[in-house]
């Protein structure tokens, strides 16, 4: 039998450097020198070279003239080193500036190395083999560190949704409530205006607004008739429970969390708790978080009152808009309402779908305010 050749692995994609220059001798030269072994774009200007490094396809590598007509090599290296994206991108610049003012001013505005005409072509073929080196050694590095961190973050943002469960399942609940009211804090965020970063922050975050309801007595926390005076003083203790079992940290993360913890009780005119913040004094996302928990509450079975119709919660969210709720963030959820509905039955309770019956606000926990306070104020 023959044997068969075993296929050839797949040769990795050639490093691409790019040749900036506005002299068309030193083009060929840099290019011929290099093209054997790497894929070459040339650029006669600043501005061509830029948009070339800005591209969907960037080099891994630049040599960069310093005196070219608009901008310069330098100017080029600053913008370079401005962008982000591209920042990472290794500098070398192939000049005929040859004083040691120039090569300092040219290693602080960026460059990784500084290589004086007229050139050595060992010098420049070692130089560029050696810095796409390191800086393939930088990317796998950054890769691993970027995988690692995201690890990590999922870590964290597990163990928040798990303690978020946890409060909610010694209030009776089944813990979809903290994931409906995660995805509802987004969709007003977004409709807020929140850029996707904030967002995300907010959805992992928002789980853990009643955390503090693990230090409440289980008889005041699931008493299902009225709370007394004393019983509710108990009760509102629970957002400044949450900030002190999260803590104070310098994780983005964990600071969010514990600053939801503490504000969503606290309300549009200052009638809040615990410390009866006024308007935007009141965290963003305490704001929002106070939308999204009191919606939940109001549109979901409870062991003290039943579901209420769409309408009907928003009646008390229209009547709650100024004093409890921020005006601006009311406008937010009624342009996300139709996703925060949908997400309302993909994720019903055990019991299951909220059945859309004719129940008056009145229904809510009765409390010693007006029955709207006690729909959005009882249980959120």
């Known amino acids: 039998m023959l044997n068969q050749a075993e296929p050839a692995a797949p040769r990795p994609p050639r490093q691409t450097v790019l040749v900036a220059d506005d002299t068309p001798e030193n083009i060929d030269l840099l290019s011929g020198l290099l093209r054997q072994d790497y894929r070459v774009k040339v650029a006669t200007n600043g501005e061509k070279a830029l948009a070339i490094i800005n591209s ?224 935007e004094a009141i965290p963003l996302f305490g704001r929002i978080v106070a939308i999204a928990d009191v919606f939940d509450a109001l549109m979901n079975k409870r062991p003290y009152k039943d579901a209420m119709a769409v309408k009907d919660t928003l009646q008390v969210m229209a009547r709650s808009t100024g004093t409890h709720f921020d005006p601006r963030l009311v406008e937010a959820f009624r342009r996300a309402l139709p996703d925060m509905l949908r997400i309302h039955d993909t994720y019903a309770d055990t019991h299951g779908p909220m059945t859309d019956v004719d129940m008056p606000p009145e229904a809510a926990r009765p409390s010693s305010g007006p029955a709207a306070e006690a729909a959005t104020g009882a249980d959120d």
């Not at 409530?177 to 996707?196: D, K, N, P």
């Open 56 to 279: 969907d396809d960037p080099p891994d590598l630049i040599l960069l003239d310093v005196m070219m007509p608009g901008m310069n090599g330098y100017d080029v290296c600053r913008r370079i080193k401005a962008n982000p994206d591209r920042r990472g991108i290794p500098v070398i610049f192939v000049t005929a500036m040859t004083s040691i003012e120039d090569e300092r001013l040219g290693l602080e505005v960026g460059a990784v190395d500084y290589i004086t005409k007229p050139i050595s072509p060992p010098i420049v073929c070692a130089r560029v083999r050696t810095h796409l080196a390191l800086y393939d050694q930088t990317r796998a590095l950054e890769e691993r560190v970027r995988e690692r961190t995201a690890e990590l973050l999922a870590s964290r943002q597990q163990i928040i949704r798990r303690l978020g469960r946890a409060a909610e399942f010694r209030d009776n609940e089944t813990g979809n409530h903290v994931i409906r009211m995660s995805y509802y804090a987004r969709l007003i965020g977004e409709a807020s205006g929140l850029e996707q970063a904030a967002a995300e922050l907010l959805f992992n975050t928002a789980s853990m607004h009643d955390i503090g309801k693990i230090g409440i007595p289980d008889a005041v926390l699931l008493k299902p008739g009225p709370l007394s005076t004393a019983e509710w003083a108990v009760m509102r203790r629970h957002p400044e429970i949450g900030a002190e079992i999260i803590g104070r940290h310098d994780d983005e993360l964990l600071d969010t969390a514990r600053t939801i913890a503490l504000t969503h009780h606290e309300r549009f005119d200052g009638s809040g708790y615990p410390h009866g913040l006024i308007g």
